[in-house]
């Protein structure tokens, strides 16, 4: 395996055991080396650091496997994989449908594992996750015995590191339709694993619909960016007076529908408006009891965070105005670079903005089941608050 060298002083992360190296704290690298290649990697004075993998359009050069030194093969990651399964055993997620691995939480970066009933779906993000993928459909076919295992690597953050965009089915016989049925808190949801967002639902939000059903029975909601209906379905089990989802795919609503009737939940066609969530809130002059705010990710990279805190602020600004008093605000950000300190500053100015009173109820992150390593604080992604509106 080749040796990476890391510059005098630049080793304490590695050392802490973050596993991104940066391409400005690497002294060596070989001419040869391929872009998702297994490299050692060492210190100025030749202590061994770990073994990672290396990219050549990254800014982050090296993501660490391991700080020890073992061989990288299929035995490696069903090792891994077995240990992200054994920290999930006594989470009582109560579902069939979880993340089986988050990538560096779970010292495998760059990979995404979840389960939807028998069915795996995979993403590889990145070079050396793409380059070492079939140890992982390997293993996933003796741990799991699945019907299905697809390989989702669809995300445009693969562009980054010179790789194609791919989605196929590895393993089992493809069917006629990516529809699968999961079950959820007793509630039941179809999934479109193929066509999806990210790996089909937001299965991070699990318990943050949990909460919701504290607060929204008896209450008119106003649920933005509703997807496939989710946090709606949830409220309208509760007892909330009328739901009104917001979504700009046709598609999404469509699937929305068979959700409600999964679930014998009866709805009027106007419970379910095909728009942009900017134009309806630019527009709509109704009044709710308790708004959600679960937009997409605003904040991709370095060079659109402003435009993205300019984003959150607006929408947050917006739905503020929509709450009738003593109401309640659900809002999120699912964007990384945007911290929950960050998020709580737009949430402050929106209330200024928008000339409300706000108390925070309550704080919400990522289900329990998207762990969270100390080691890589940036696996806190999903940030939220419940807000009462006076």
Request: glycine share 6%; aromatic share 12%.
């Amino acid at each position: 395996m080749q040796k990476v060298i890391l510059k005098k002083g630049k080793c304490s992360p590695v050392r802490r055991k973050h596993p991104w190296i940066l391409s400005g704290a690497v002294e060596h690298t070989p001419e040869e080396l391929e872009n998702g290649q297994n490299v050692e990697v060492y210190s100025s004075n030749g202590e061994f650091l770990g073994i990672g993998y290396f990219s050549k359009y990254s800014q982050i050069s090296i993501r660490m496997w391991t700080f020890e030194k073992v061989k990288i093969n299929k035995q490696f990651f069903a090792k891994k994989i077995s240990n992200a399964l054994e920290a999930r055993k006594s989470l009582n997620l109560n579902t069939n449908a979880f993340r089986c691995v988050f990538s560096e939480a779970d010292g495998l970066p760059g990979i995404i594992i979840d389960k939807y009933n028998n069915v795996l779906v995979c993403q590889f993000l990145t070079a050396g996750a793409d380059k070492n993928k079939n140890y992982v459909f390997d293993a996933l076919k003796e741990m799991f015995n699945p019907a299905l295992i697809i390989e989702r690597s669809d995300e445009k953050i693969r562009l980054k590191e010179n790789l194609n965009l791919k989605k196929e089915v590895v393993f089992g016989k493809e069917p006629k339709n990516f529809i699968v049925k999961i079950q959820e808190n007793g509630i039941n949801f179809y999934v479109d694993v193929w066509e999806g967002h990210k790996t089909g639902f937001y299965i991070d939000q699990r318990e943050n619909r949990k909460k919701l059903t504290d607060y929204c029975k008896g209450k008119n909601v106003l649920n933005l960016f509703s997807y496939t209906g989710a946090f709606g379905i949830y409220a309208k089990l509760t007892g909330s007076k009328k739901v009104i989802n917001v979504e700009i795919s046709e598609k999404n609503i469509m699937l929305a529908k068979d959700n409600y009737k999964l679930n014998n939940i009866p709805f009027s066609e106007n419970e379910f408006i095909r728009a942009d969530v900017f134009d309806f809130l630019s527009t709509d002059n109704k009044n709710y009891d308790l708004v959600i705010l679960d937009p997409p990710k605003f904040v991709s990279s370095k060079s659109n965070l402003e435009k993205g805190k300019k984003g959150y602020f607006w929408i947050n600004t917006k739905a503020l105005n929509k709450i009738k008093k003593n109401g309640f605000l659900f809002t999120f950000s699912c964007s990384g670079l945007i911290s929950k300190s960050e998020l709580n500053n737009i949430l402050t100015r929106s209330s200024i903005k928008a000339e409300r009173e706000i108390k925070i109820i309550e704080n919400l992150n990522q289900a329990k089941d998207h762990i969270i390593s100390p080691f890589f604080p940036e696996s806190l992604y999903l940030k939220g608050f419940i807000c009462f509106i006076e």
